[in-house]
């Protein structure tokens, strides 16, 4: 699977932003789904993921009750929405996909993840 990131921009804080990712092939709902980001300097990091049918999801304790996570399996995409950003949310975001995952099952593990994203840049200003 091909993975293409996209609505990064510049924001300011407390602003808001959606991010996209949408996949190539016929079978995106075989996979589990996730976000990660990374800041300059800093290791990549777990923001959020959700599972193949949908239903379950898991955040990072940085972004809970400020971000969510969900899918369209119809349209072979998965969105972020990102909302009271903050100056510390400035990173690049990758979405990733998890071949391995059950149907119900999350994944922050980021070394479970098989296919990456390139990334799209968050700059929060404040």
């Known amino acids: 699977v091909q993975l293409q990131a996209s609505g990064g921009g510049l924001v300011q804080a407390g602003g808001s932003l959606r991010l996209s990712c949408a996949a190539s092939g016929r079978t995106f709902g075989s996979y589990a789904m996730g976000w990660f980001r990374q800041a300059p300097g800093k290791e990549r990091e777990f923001v959020a993921t959700i599972s193949r049918s949908a239903t379950y999801t898991t955040y990072g304790n940085s972004v809970k009750g400020r971000f969510t996570i969900s899918r369209d399996n119809a349209k072979n995409t998965v969105y972020l929405q990102m909302s009271n950003l903050k100056p510390e949310d400035t990173a690049i975001y990758y979405c990733?996909?998890?071949?391995?995952?059950?149907?119900?099952?999350?994944?922050?593990?980021?070394?479970?993840?098989?296919?990456w994203g390139q990334g799209t840049q968050v700059t929060v200003s404040s």
């Open positions: 990733a996909a998890d071949s391995d995952a059950t149907y119900y099952s999350t994944q922050r593990n980021i070394q479970q993840y098989d296919y």
